[in-house]
């Protein structure tokens, strides 16, 4: 996976949307949706092209292919974030889906991409744990890329859990 593009277009694409975080708050809600979309089409792209690299290196080498859980893990986020994307669709034109409250779309969509980006976090952290990258990073450094993805996740959580849980609870 290209991990460094997908994680800052997921992370941004995430917090398009956050009053506080977003570097693209100045947009109407429309401009910052359609934002969050390329860039989420752009993570899917990037996501796509890692792997496809990914493949065709471990084809080169004679590797085993989904061999640690590093490797399916990011086969999993992969594959949550093409679904992720289609299921945006129902958001953007939501008369194909006139049975679905647009609230209810929106709850499932924002709970689906938490458990989506979590996915691809826990695929970066598990990556950051293999020997390559303990031979070739060490030290503090190593402790500070490890902390990128986990303190991300938590900001992640927190906005999509006041923006969509918490919230919903207190509504009757």
């Known amino acids: 996976m290209r991990s460094p593009q997908f994680s800052f277009l997921m992370t941004e694409a995430l917090l398009v949307f956050s009053p506080e975080s977003s570097l693209l708050r100045s947009l109407s809600r429309k401009g910052r949706a359609r934002c969050h979309w390329v860039l989420q089409l752009l993570a899917l792209l990037c996501a796509l092209l890692g792997l ?15 061999a640690t859980w590093h490797g399916r893990a990011g086969l999993l986020a992969v594959l949550w974030a093409g679904l992720q994307c289609s299921g945006g669709v129902g958001l953007l034109y939501p008369k194909l889906l006139p049975r679905w409250p647009l609230s209810k779309l929106k709850l499932y969509h924002a709970t689906s991409g938490l458990v989506g980006y979590l996915l691809g976090s826990a695929s970066l952290l598990l990556g ?7 031979a070739t990073v060490t ?6 890329a490890v902390l990128c993805p ?3 996740s938590l900001v992640i959580m927190n906005q999509v859990s006041n923006a969509y849980l918490y919230r919903k609870r207190i509504q009757p």
């Open 52 to 66: 496809g690299l990914v493949i065709l290196h471990k084809e080169q080498l004679g590797k085993a292919h989904l």
């Open 128 to 134: 950051m744990c293999s020997l390559w990258f303990t």
């Open 139 to 144: 030290g503090g450094v190593w402790y500070l």
């Open 150 to 152: 986990v303190i991300t």
